[in-house]
């Protein structure tokens, strides 16, 4: 098993920056891919970004490419998600994923085992 947990969430003026956190344990070392996602009210949970742990390969969202950008640190076993130029429709609870494998549906859910708990980022006009 993996665990996960997100921080760094918080409220954030439109066109501010925050960096999101997420700190894996337990079965860390059996990680291949670490994913964001997030999810508005009334909307289905949809993907941000995803890295690959060893090589740091990085995937984005058309909608937050060039503003936002994942990162690893393999020593503490943490993956960040840093954002710039925050929009009031990137207010979302953020969710970390972590994959065992690679699998091509990794900007689906459906590519993810485990999942923290999610931190809230609200992005006001």
């Known amino acids: 098993q993996v665990q996960l947990v997100e921080s760094g969430g918080g409220l954030v003026q439109a066109g501010g920056s925050l960096r999101l956190s997420c700190a894996a344990s337990?079965?860390?070392?059996?990680?291949?891919?670490m994913g964001w996602f997030r999810q508005a009210p009334g909307k289905e949970r949809e993907f941000v970004a995803a890295?690959?742990?060893?090589?740091?390969?990085?995937y984005y969202a058309d909608s937050v490419q060039g503003r936002f950008t994942i990162s690893r640190d393999n020593a503490r076993n943490t993956v960040y998600l840093q954002m710039h130029s925050l929009k009031p429709e990137d207010t979302a609870v953020y969710y970390c994923?972590?994959?065992?494998?690679?699998?091509?549906?990794?900007?689906?859910?459906?590519?993810?085992?485990?999942w923290g708990q999610g931190t809230q980022v609200t992005v006001s006009s």
């Open positions: 890295i690959t742990w060893s090589g740091g390969t990085t």
């Open positions: 994923a972590a994959g065992r494998v690679f699998r091509p549906s990794l900007t689906t859910q459906m590519g993810y085992d485990y």
């Open positions: 337990g079965r860390a070392f059996s990680v291949f891919l």
